[in-house]
């Protein structure tokens, strides 16, 4: 089992920045991926970024490259998102989740919302244009 919790959600102008954080339980595993997704009403939640917790190697889709940084602390067992340049579109909930041992060989890339077996609650994200 593991427990994780998003903060760093609030309201910030268009061409803005905010940084979310992941705070995530520890696991048997040390292979976990974090994964970020974000979901609208009437959506389905759209995968933004992950971050492998032993290799930190980060992932993203096309759509946010170049605008969002995925880093974690490890010590702290926290993710962290950096969104800059924020657009309207990109207001939304915003989630972690966790997939503990995995591989991409057994949930394939990019991942989906079902390759992942624990969320957080998610954070609010509003940007006014």
């Known amino acids: 089992q593991m427990q994780l919790m998003e903060t760093g959600g609030g309201s910030v102008q268009a061409g803005g920045s905010l940084r979310l954080s992941c705070t995530y339980s520890q696991h048997r595993c040390e292979t976990t991926l974090i994964g970020w997704f974000r979901q609208t009403p009437g959506n389905q939640r759209e995968w933004i970024a992950a971050?492998?917790?032993?290799?930190?190697?980060?992932y993203y889709p096309e759509t946010v490259k170049g605008r969002f940084v995925v880093s974690q602390d490890a010590a702290k067992r926290t993710v962290y998102l950096q969104m800059n340049s924020l657009k309207p579109e990109d207001a939304a909930i915003y989630h972690c989740a966790a997939r503990p041992c995995f591989s991409w060989d057994r949930i394939g890339y990019p991942p989906g919302s079902g390759d992942f077996t624990y969320w957080g609650q998610g954070t609010q994200v509003t940007v006014a244009s």
């Open positions: 971050i492998s917790t032993d290799t930190e190697i980060p």
